[in-house]
């Protein structure tokens, strides 16, 4: 049995904690900052198709948001019926730890899969470090690609 592995991209957003709670539980601003999942088709059942911007490879994922405990949960899989939880988002008010009332800390966290090899474990963990950064920006200045 191989032991989990996580990896934790963290940064603190200059905007209110329910802000970004919104931004990251909506499915139809992942193309946005995921390059995981980039070009989306969104099913009316909330169930996200995507094409990696990074390979090409197509997956879907859904969105399962826990707005009390500022948790939202990015169930991922080659196919639509057999998705896992792999990555969560989690947002905290900044003020916990000492920062602005008007700020929140974005930790996302993605889980190793047993199949990842090292080469694309790696690659994970450097994406979600600039997908964070995007993510910073894009709340905080507004900016829109897709426009």
Not at 24 to 44: K, N, Y
Request: aromatic share 8%.
């Amino acid at each position: 049995m191989t032991q989990m592995t996580s990896d934790t991209a963290h940064i603190r957003i200059h905007c209110p904690p329910d802000h970004l709670f919104d931004f990251m539980s909506d499915p139809a601003r992942l193309d946005l900052w995921s390059f995981g999942t980039w070009q989306t088709e969104i099913a009316a059942d909330g169930l996200v198709r995507g094409t990696s911007l990074f390979n090409g490879g197509e997956i879907f994922l859904r969105i399962v948001a826990h707005r009390e405990t500022g948790l939202v949960d990015y169930l991922l899989g080659k196919q639509p019926d057999r998705l896992v939880r792999r990555i969560f988002a989690h947002i905290l008010p900044a003020s916990d730890s000492g920062g602005a009332a008007d700020a929140a800390d974005l930790l996302l966290v993605a889980l190793r899969s047993q199949d990842m090899d090292d080469t694309r474990w790696e690659d994970l963990k450097a994406l979600h470090a600039v997908e964070v950064r995007l993510i910073k920006q894009l709340i905080e200045t507004g900016y829109d690609h897709r426009k």
